[in-house]
């Protein structure tokens, strides 16, 4: 009700300028028509770290140096693409100005037309963007095409407690072993680390990744996805409450490692483990975890909905968190440590400089190691299928 409320207000609401105008507009021109507008940011904000890096630093720079007040809240995933469509089959006004995405959500945006684009490469810190890095210049096998621009980079890892756990498997295989000699003391969660988890399983398990690259394929992911149910059925008696509950989100699944009640948690950033020590969250005996089957390394991307009712606004907002000083902060351990997707050749010397002093946490993984593990992302069809198929078997379980 409330959402058919709101598209009920946002189509009173006069039409905005087609973003398409913008395509002819020197970059100053944009900059002047973004001032004194509202950008409404949909995002993923399960997260304090990331929270208060929008709100409390890019937010209060926006508004001081282009005029644009910058509102986030919470949209990601289907939902966020349900959204979309409803206000398209409406007529409605736009309720979103910028959207968080990749992989599945970025397909399915892109298949059904609900994106403005191209306009990524229009903005002027893209020439510092990392270019021909494999992670970066593709989204999940996709061609971005300048419908959405990267702002970061994350690799999956597993975080253990070493007062706790003294040698962590670093197999799947070793990690199956370990869950039955530990029983309830291992899981993951429902939403994207989790999904994550169980495609790198799929990895493991089907061959390694080069065998899933190039597209879906639906008899590759019968077999694969068929060993990783008899993965989780080998270990799910041993599993937290025995497999028969998840945690909803990684947040929670956080809590149940903060509080002592399973020795794992996982996380879509490397580097999350030492924002949270620094944080209190975590112990400070917490450390990350790259299992040597191999984990996930992926982009994070802005995208513009085709109805935004401000899409200057939104391009100079994504232009300020691709520049140099936005990307640094981020980068920060104590402030999110989000990986950068910008090249450092590329910038100038006083922000290469900067970069380079970036102080590094001893408990941080070794670049060199990152590099060694990392898997890419591929076909958004895997992505939606396990997701899908995981909870439908879930469900069928507890019926």
Known sequence: MSLLLTLSLAACQPPAKPAADLAGLPWDSVVVRARGTTVTWRMWRGDPSINAYVDGWIAPRVRQRFGITLHAVEGQGAELVNQLQIEREAGARGTADLVWINGETFHNLRRAGLLYGPWAGRLPNAVYVDSASRIIRRDFEQDPAGYE??????QFALIYDSARTRSPPRTYAELAAWIHRHPGRFTHDQSFAGVTFL??????????VARFQGGFDEG???????????????VRPALWRRGSAYPASVAELHRLFANGE????????????VTKIRQGVFPPTAHA???RDGTIANAHFLGIPANAPGPAGAMVVADFLLSPEAQLEKAKPEVWADGTVLAPDRLPAEWQARFAALSADPRALPRDSLGKYARP???????????????????????
């Open 149 to 154: 621009s990267p702002w970061g980079t994350v």
């Open 199 to 208: 495609k790198q399983l799929m990895y493991a398990l089907g061959g390694g």
């Open 220 to 234: 590759t992911y019968r077999q694969a996805s068929a060993k990783v149910w008899a993965w989780l059925e080998d």
């Open 262 to 273: 399973v020795d794992f948690t996982m996380s879509n950033n490397q580097n999350e483990v």
């Open 289 to 291: 975890l790259l299992l």
């Open 377 to 399: 992302e591929v076909a958004p069809e895997y992505h939606e299928r396990i997701a899908a198929d995981w909870r439908a078997r879930i469900r069928r379980r507890s019926d």
